[in-house]
C-alpha cells in the first residue's frame, strides 16, 4: 500500500517536471511565482491572526470590566491641572 502511494508522488513529480519543460521558460516562472505568492499568503495570513490574538490579549489585561462596561485603566489618570487658564 505504502508502495503505491510512493509511486504515485513519483510519478506526479514526474509530470509535473514534464510539464514544467514543455511550457517554456517565461510560463515556468509565473507559475513558480504564483505557487510561491500562494504559500507567501497562507504563511502572511497566520502571521497575522498570531498577531492580532497578541494584540487582542495586550489589550484585554488593560482593561478592566465592570458588569458588560470596559474601563480601560488610561481612564482612571488624572489631569496634571484641572484649570483651563
Known amino acids: 500500500m505504502i508502495e503505491k502511494v510512493f509511486a504515485a508522488i513519483g510519478l506526479a513529480a514526474c509530470v509535473l517536471m514534464l510539464l514544467g519543460m514543455a511550457l517554456g521558460a517565461t510560463r515556468r516562472q509565473r507559475l513558480r511565482a504564483a505557487l510561491l505568492r500562494l504559500l507567501h499568503w497562507r504563511r502572511d495570513r497566520a502571521a497575522?491572526?498570531?498577531?492580532?490574538?497578541?494584540?487582542?490579549?495586550?489589550?484585554?489585561?488593560?482593561?478592566?470590566?465592570?458588569?458588560?462596561v470596559y474601563r480601560p485603566k488610561s481612564f482612571d489618570k488624572r489631569?496634571?491641572?484641572?484649570?483651563?487658564?
Open 79 to 85: 489631569p496634571p491641572d484641572d484649570r483651563l487658564h
Open 48 to 68: 497575522a491572526r498570531r498577531e492580532a490574538e497578541r494584540a487582542i490579549e495586550r489589550l484585554r489585561r488593560q482593561v478592566d470590566r465592570d458588569g458588560n
